[in-house]
């Protein structure tokens, strides 16, 4: 993926090259590997690099990503570790104006080009931010003095006046009449130096003064969210941020074209994986499941309804289903979080006009989750509990149970 040219080429031109994005690929530098016995090493020598150029951490810029189930993440990953430590050269922040170090992972993510595609579209951004630019002042043109006549012995001196711009004019003094007139001296006009139009020469950037010496800066974010993280679909999407602070935590990941698809319909089945996750759950390793449609519950979502149903997060139906694919209402969803995360429940009325609609297996869960603000009533004050919810609406609920919890 180019990271090895990319950590050499930081290593031998930081005084030409000001951002670097080593994808999917750790410094050779050392032993050809940043294994974990050489990542200290290699995070030395990267760093020595910055301080023996007297460079500021703002003056570069590390940009890396790769995804979790790639090749490369085993060896990359303590390097960037080691990194982390040495904060008077890497300061570690997903804000590239308060940091100039971030390491972007994808769960999921492999070695090859569709999540490398989407690292880059989802890094360009930080290396466009414009910069204000300051006017080219215009060069004032000089005036060009003009002669000042000689004295001469018995007559007068000529007064002169130059005028600036197209030229000037001349007074000649007077003479004695009884002496000999001496010429008076007649100045020449010196035509001024008309303004050209200036050529913007670019700024040049300046040099660091050697003397600087980084002051050690750390950034403490209480989570740290990578940009996109992969995902191609969710740039301008209302959840977000919620999507981010899942994939920060490694609960949520996407699909393989490298997309989230937040407005999806959201199953019982993926419902009741992402739930386990956030809870911490380790899927059972050989699940037994005991429903009578567990043929169609997909091996993928198996473990975690396995552990899921031994902790009473999920129960089947009364036929003794758990019709894995069938799609969740939000009344639905809301029960299962707010049981698997026990919250509790509240006997405050819910204030929204379809409040009324709300079964009443959950209502007071429902109460409980607006409660603690983990849920919200649309924009036209109704809850619609019976609305299949979506896979965006999922991530904000859980997001905001991690909060709480």
Known sequence: MGSVCTWYTYINCLDYIKYYIPLSGDCWAINRDASPENSKATAELLAEVARSSEYTPQDYKLFCATGDADIAYPNMKPQ??????LTDVFIYSSDPIKGNFYFM????????WNYVNQYIYNILPDLFIEASEEPTPTPTATPTPTATPTKKPGGSTGGNTG?????????GGSNDSDKTPTPTATSTVVPTATPTAATEVPAETPTPTPDVTPTATVIE??????PGAGFSDIS???????ILDLVAKNILSGYEDGTIKPDNNISRAELTTIVAKALGLTPAENP????????????WAAGYIAVAKEKGIVLGYEDKTFRPNKECSREEAVTIIMNAFKFGTSDNEIKLSDAKDISS???????????LDIVRGYPDNTFKPKKTITRAEIFAILSNCLKNN
């Not at 037994?288 to 091996?299: C, E």
């Open 361 to 371: 297996w959950a209502y007071k869960l429902v109460a409980k989750a607006i409660e």
């Open 288 to 299: 037994v499941l005991d429903f009578a449609d567990k043929d169609s519950i997909p091996s």
């Open 221 to 226: 974010e209480d989570t740290e969210t990578m």
């Open 80 to 85: 960037i570790d080691e990194l982390k430590k």
């Open 163 to 171: 005028g600036s711009g197209s030229g000037g004019s001349s007074s």
């Open 236 to 242: 301008n999407h209302w959840a977000k941020e919620f």
């Open 105 to 112: 992972v994808c769960e999921g993510g492999t070695h090859a």
